[in-house]
């Protein structure tokens, strides 16, 4: 087996990773083989490369154009026939929601998966109970299945399934959820590019990132278990924002009516360096130009009424087209790698586990936004912060994105949904509203007694 491995290694110059076989029992030898002959090492060679020459997106910020886009401060006629539409699709049973929850809850201190975090500010519902909620509430509404498709880490796939199964999914029929585990890529040495070792037996290796969504549907027979249930639009968010608006009809109708291929839902940037992806036009392409590749000059530019050029800030809120989904996935490679150099621990030469003070390593991760120059067709619609984007990034104490924040703006947006129903609520009254209770202002009418005034804390479930 060694013999193998060697001749697999050697044109690569990664022989290293076998230097300790001799020391390894069975189990560990299997694992170690297993590991290596998964590795694509001539991709791994470029994507070093990639990195060591430093492409990046600098020189396109500089073409930059605003996207094509439906804003909250422009006319909004078309969004009556896009809601009709979406709540069409919704009940025709075409659409169906892909939700990315790889990440675990280590940077708020929380030792589990990220969505299982108790972020409900009455309820302590977690964030799997709040979008799963969504999706099951939108189900009845529309009186047809809205399928689930749920991408985990290697982290938090066994936890997340048994968490799913305790609580029976939320509501939704274990027929209409599959979980889904993203694939790793491996970390390089950044001076050498020779693969690290997390310990004798093992590669360190981490998840390849959101983009690593495309390979895994594929993988997983998830995009063709869509084409047989007739699904046309995946409606894709992450798990850390619970103001998701999922399955939003509005957005999924916009889709529609410009026959795109890749919705983005955004938000307009207060600041020109503020912390988000820039969506953008170059050279007739819609793109994300990350807010570390986006120069000075180009994020500070001006319209006449003094308002951002680049304005479009993605919240990570998407709709695909599913046929450009599949036709993307047989492609292969189709998105490009992006290098984080980042301190990795790893097994020196000699054997010993090693701490690096400064970064040391390269670590590859995909993100699906570089779909985006592939899409024959796209659309960007703007939405109000305050009703749709309140991530979950940070522990306590941090100036913004925290569960303190979060929950204060889940409770605002709660207020302001009763008292868009016609109810009176009090402006610092804690408040919070079960989706499966009432998704819209219009739905509340129908669960609470006209003139109602709410002045102690509730929580509507």
């Given amino acids: 087996m060694k013999k193998d491995l060697l001749a697999l290694l050697r044109p690569h110059h990664q022989e290293h990773l076998v230097a300790f076989w001799d020391e390894l029992d069975e189990i560990q030898r299997s694992r170690l083989s297993a590991q290596i002959k998964k590795i694509d090492l001539p991709r791994v060679a470029e994507m070093y490369l990639q990195c060591r020459e430093g492409l990046g997106q600098s020189q396109a910020a500089l073409h930059a154009q605003p996207p094509v886009a439906v804003r909250m401060s422009g006319s909004r006629a078309a969004d009556a026939e896009a809601e009709r539409l979406g709540l ?131 993988q997983s027979q998830a995009l063709r278990d869509m084409q047989q249930r007739g699904i046309k639009h995946l409606f894709y968010f992450q798990i850390d924002n619970p103001l998701a608006t999922v399955c939003d009809p509005v957005l999924i109708g916009h889709h529609i009516l410009a026959q795109s291929e890749y919705t983005l839902q955004v938000v307009a940037k207060q600041e020109p360096e503020d912390k988000v992806g820039n969506v953008v036009e170059v050279e007739g392409k819609t793109q994300i130009i990350e807010y570390s590749d986006l120069s000075a000059e180009a994020a500070h530019l001006r319209n006449e009424d003094g308002s951002l050029k680049l304005w479009a800030g993605s919240i990570a809120v998407h709709v695909f087209d599913v046929e450009f989904l599949c036709r993307m996935a047989r492609q292969g490679n189709a998105l490009p790698v992006h290098c984080a150099h980042k301190k990795v621990a790893f097994v020196d030469v000699e054997g010993q586990p090693t701490e690096p003070v400064e970064p040391n390593a390269i670590k590859f991760e995909q993100f699906i936004f570089d779909l985006l120059p592939y899409a ?86």
């Fill in 88 to 218: 069409a699709a919704l009940s025709e049973g075409t659409v169906a929601v892909a939700l990315v929850a790889g990440g675990q809850g280590s940077r708020l201190g929380f030792d589990h998966p990220k969505g299982m975090y108790p972020i409900g500010p009455l309820s302590g519902a977690s964030l799997f109970d709040i979008l799963l909620g969504k999706v099951a509430a939108t189900s009845e509404v529309a009186g047809a299945a809205v399928p689930v498709y749920l991408m985990t880490s290697p982290a938090t796939h066994a936890e997340t399934q048994e968490y799913l199964k305790h609580a029976e999914n939320f509501g939704i029929s274990p027929a209409e959820v599959t979980v889904f585990c993203q694939g790793t890529l491996p970390a390089v040495d950044a001076a050498t590019g020779k693969l690290l070792l997390e310990s004798k037996e093992s590669l360190f290796l981490s998840p390849d990132g959101h983009g690593g969504m495309l390979a895994a549907l594929q």
């Fill in 376 to 461: 024959s067709q796209t659309m960007t619609v703007e939405v109000d912060p305050a009703v749709a984007f309140a991530p979950l990034k940070n522990g306590p104490g941090a100036a913004t994105d925290t569960a303190k924040h979060v929950q204060q703006q889940i409770m605002h947006f709660h207020r302001e949904m009763l008292r868009a129903a016609g109810f009176q609520v009090g402006e610092t009254t804690r408040v919070e509203i079960d989706p499966r209770f009432a998704l819209t202002a219009a739905a509340l009418k129908d669960k609470i007694p006209a003139g109602s005034i709410v002045e102690d804390s509730t929580h509507f479930h």
